[in-house]
């Protein structure tokens, strides 16, 4: 935690996709590969939070660790007290469960019989057979694990909001910094290779030290306050628990919509559609924004879908976090309460102190520096906008 007399400065790590978005428009996300040479693929827009940071951002393609500055953050509009940022971890591996599927829609493939030319018909061509031979990478040690990439997006991430905010993250506040994280190994290690990123800023060239070295320490685990949905009995409850929590979004998977994919699918490459389901449809889907996210190519995987069938997806997706993590239950909202009062308590007291020595500084020995005299009136500024949003 960042505590000064006139400022406070906190960044938390942490897997909530939800509400990431809505506290600094500025965290954005980018890819190693530079623009000429990244692979691409129109179903991108529709993968949610599995979309690669670099296709939601790519007005920072050219230069990853230069930030997009928010007119209403520009240092004449508002004065910088505190930054409390909730991230989202970086790019990660399929989960172990997602694996299984996969490797199950595999098996599927490789127990095709040969020749057959109802491939051909249903529009296929030989992309069963790609598939089939595509080869099979992930593991079940993956298990949701961060990768290289995204190690590099939250250094470079670390690296935009230092250019962004100099004074915040200058050398005599590197100690007073501190990242709160849950216990997701991706997100502790989101956590460590965010300071990394603030290490190459301090020491451009130097080879960071172990986290535990470094000024503010390595990432502190708060599972109570970053997974709050884990610890709020009634959440477990009367969603988690409950088997009829998600029941629109069961009949979703076998509705008109979902039915028309399984069986687009299940004739492009040529299993039974008894042997398919909206998982493992969902999967195969994903698979195409893994690959890209983590290697850079762009597999078979992607043709399989096209845009409607990119839509149908998304909203599959959607409506299970409405249900489950939005707006569908009041619970779902109640559960953050936790969290919500620990920013706005950070904020307030920030905004008190500075104002504190605002007015010290009027009826004492001399005005404010010059940096602090528009302070009274864009002082709220970055409160209010994000009150706005959080509303």
């Known amino acids: 935690m960042l505590r000064g007399p006139c400022r406070l400065f906190r960044v938390s790590v942490a897997p909530v996709a939800a509400l990431a978005v809505a506290l600094v428009s500025s965290l954005s996300r980018c890819s190693l590969l530079e623009p000429e040479n990244r692979v691409v693929s129109p179903l991108s827009p529709y993968f ?10 790519p007005g920072l393609l050219p230069d990853p660790e230069a930030p997009r500055r928010d007119p209403q953050l520009l240092e004449e509009t508002c004065t910088p007290v505190q930054l409390v940022a909730l991230i989202r971890h970086g790019t990660r591996y399929p989960t172990t469960k997602q694996i299984r599927k996969l490797r199950q829609l595999h098996g599927l493939l490789q127990a095709r019989g040969p020749g057959d030319d109802r491939t051909h018909a249903a529009g296929g061509g030989d992309l069963g057979a790609a ?10 040690w993956m298990d949701g694990q961060l990768v290289e990439k995204g190690r590099q997006d939250m250094r470079q991430l670390a690296l935009r909001l230092a250019s962004l905010f100099p004074v915040l993250f200058s050398r005599e506040n590197r100690g ?3 990242l709160v994280t849950s216990s997701k190994h991706r997100c502790v290690d989101s956590g460590a290779a965010f300071l990394q990123g603030l290490w190459q800023h301090y020491h451009p060239g130097l080879p960071p030290p172990d986290v535990a070295d470094m000024e503010c320490g390595p990432p502190r685990i708060n599972d109570k306050l970053m997974r709050f949905f884990d610890h709020c009995e009634k959440f477990l409850t009367q969603v988690e628990r409950n088997a009829t929590a998600l029941y ?5 998977k076998t ?4 039915q028309n994919i399984l069986k687009k699918v299940a004739g492009i490459l040529q299993v ?16 195409c924004s893994f690959d890209l996210a983590i290697k850079g190519v762009k597999s078979p995987w992607c043709d399989v879908f096209d845009i409607d069938d990119a839509k149908v997806l998304e909203y599959l997706n959607d409506l299970k976090q409405y249900w489950k993590r939005g707006y569908g239950y009041t619970i779902n909202s109640q559960s953050s309460c936790t969290l919500f009062q620990d920013i706005f308590q950070h904020l307030d007291k920030a905004v008190e102190q500075k104002q504190r020595h605002w007015v010290n500084d009027i009826s004492g020995n001399s005005w404010p520096s010059e940096g602090d005299r528009p302070l009274r009136r864009s002082l709220w500024c970055p409160v209010q ?6 509303e």
């Open 176 to 178: 007073r910094l501190q």
């Open 385 to 390: 906008v994000l009150r706005r949003h959080m």
């Open 272 to 287: 039974p559609v008894n042997n398919l389901n909206a998982d493992l449809i969902q999967v195969a889907f994903f698979t």
């Open 48 to 57: 949610g939070t599995k979309t690669r940071y670099e296709d939601a951002n």
């Open 255 to 258: 509705g008109p919509e979902m």
């Open 248 to 252: 629109h979004v069961e009949a979703f």
């Open 131 to 140: 598939l089939a031979d595509w080869p099979l990478w992930y593991a079940d």
